[in-house]
């Protein structure tokens, strides 16, 4: 009984779950593979294909070379399909181009000119940095000079010069006390916001004014020409920091710059030296009408500006001035020196 009932359950027919009735067969004819078209047309050759099988006997009963040869090309045409579908199996998987102008090679001039205008890319250097560059060489000498006259500028300085040995004395009385108190406000009112009543209700020991009104308004021309020079060199100091930034991914670029501008520098000011040498009357007066064209920057021997500031302070000043800058763009030539590592990057 059970046997029986096992039966009919193998009898039963499997039911199809799947409701979209969809085929393997490929939608469109260039996507189907060699064995799709085979199987396409297969019952369409059946009918050959039958009656051909029912002649191969009586083909091979006639002739055992012919069954021999039969055979060897049965065989051989039974290789050959496996072989063509193994090599079209791969190129079945490709969309086939929709044209065939992009497998065309253009004319050998034209890949020339094409691999020229590459290499000339590839090897031209960008303007930018190179622009920057010449910017540095320019403008360093200005920023070491600004720098050098700041450090000049400074009660410090001033104590070193009155209390150096060799530096003149006042002959209408003043101490060297005096001199760096009364020397600093003055040099504390060019690098301050204050207005000219700073130094102009000054007033010495006797009541009598400090300075005149001439000096003091001087004195507020050249303050004018110093926050200016000092803002320049704040605007130069963001202009080196930018160039940094912009050319350290270059290896060499902003020593390169350096370098140029340290040279121009160190040219610039041994040329300013030789002219201050050969005529520094000349060279202090040409100074001052450069900036002080009103020419209210002469005074007596008695007034106050010239016995704190003598001829020989400018001297010296001049001198520190040189030195330092020589100094600074003599070591930036040295540890920017270009080596040809860095010349060829």
């Not at 046997?3 to 260039?30: C, G, K, Y």
């Not at 497998?103 to 250097?125: F, I, S």
Request: charged share 20%; no cysteine; proline share 6%.
């Amino acid at each position: 009984m059970m046997d029986v009932i096992e039966d009919r359950h193998d009898l039963q027919p499997e039911v199809n779950m799947d409701e979209s009735q969809d085929t393997d067969e490929p939608a469109f004819d260039w996507m189907k593979t060699p064995q799709h078209r085979a199987s396409s047309s297969a019952p369409a050759a059946a009918e050959p294909d039958r009656l051909a099988d029912t002649s191969a006997p009586a083909a091979a009963m006639s002739s055992p070379d012919a069954a021999e040869d039969g055979s060897g090309e049965e065989h051989s045409a039974k290789e050959r399909p496996a072989e063509l579908s193994s090599a079209e199996r791969d190129e079945a998987h490709l969309e086939p181009s929709p044209t065939t102008a992009l497998q065309m090679r253009p004319p050998e001039d034209e890949v020339r000119r094409r691999t020229a205008q590459r290499e000339a890319a590839a090897k031209a250097k960008p303007v930018a940095p190179r622009v920057l560059q010449v910017l540095m060489a320019i403008f360093l000498p200005f920023l070491l000079l600004i720098a050098a006259v700041r450090l000049v500028a400074t009660p410090a300085f001033l104590w070193l010069e009155y209390f150096r040995p060799g530096f003149p004395g006042d002959g209408y009385g003043f101490s060297v006390d005096d001199r760096l108190t009364y020397g600093s406000y003055a040099v504390d009112y060019l690098g301050n916001f204050a207005g000219r009543r700073y130094l102009g209700d000054l007033v010495q020991p006797s009541g009598s004014a400090l300075f005149t009104d001439a000096e003091v308004s001087h004195m507020a021309d050249v303050k004018n020409v110093v926050l200016l020079t000092y803002a320049a060199g704040l605007l130069l100091l963001v202009f080196f920091v930018v160039s940094y930034l912009v050319l350290r991914k270059r290896r060499g670029a902003f020593g390169r710059g350096l370098f140029a501008g340290s040279i121009v520098t160190f040219v610039l000011v041994v040329g300013l030296a030789v002219l201050a040498v050969l005529g520094w009357d000349r060279f202090f007066t040409d100074f001052h009408r450069i900036f002080f064209s009103q020419g209210n920057w002469t005074f007596q021997l008695s007034d106050t500006l010239i016995r704190l500031f003598p001829g020989q302070f400018w001297i010296d000043s001049a001198i520190v001035i040189g030195v330092l800058t020589l100094l600074v763009s003599s070591l930036i030539i040295i540890f920017a020196w270009p080596t040809k590592r860095s010349a060829e990057d």
